[in-house]
């Protein structure tokens, strides 16, 4: 269950971006997750919950977005999406030697905020 500990970063940085920002609550938080992490959306929710639960975050929405993976391709330069992120390789010229762009991390895209 490696969500609690990624749905912890996400609070902790979301917590830490809303301290910049005195004065506004936020209404909804938008967050990208790469495919590769296999985080199950329903148990980052339910971890959300219980995080947040007592605190300034308890009720706000959490959206989920999910975020493909991309490579670049040493071998041609390309760059895109991949079909199966079990199998990587160039989507140009199938070269197995890429390098992942996007699609291995946890992005918070948006705060939405009003102020108080």
């Not at 749905?7 to 971006?17: A, C, H, L």
């Not at 959306?41 to 706000?60: F, M, N, Q, W």
């Not at 895109?80 to 079990?86: F, I, K, M, Q």
């Amino acid at each position: 269950m490696h969500e609690g500990n990624f749905t912890q970063q996400i609070v902790t940085s979301i917590v830490s971006e809303l301290e910049k920002h005195p004065g506004y609550r936020p209404q909804r938080i938008k967050v990208k997750v790469g495919e590769m992490l296999h985080l199950e959306p329903e148990s980052v929710r339910t971890h959300y919950a219980l995080l947040t639960k007592g605190t300034s975050l308890e009720g706000i929405a959490l959206e989920l977005e999910g975020m493909p993976v991309v490579v670049n391709c040493r071998a041609c330069h390309a760059e895109g999406a991949v079909s199966d992120h079990h199998l990587l390789f160039c989507p140009s010229c199938y070269s197995r030697d890429v390098v992942i762009v996007s699609g291995n991390d946890v992005l918070i895209d948006s705060i939405e905020l009003e102020q108080v």
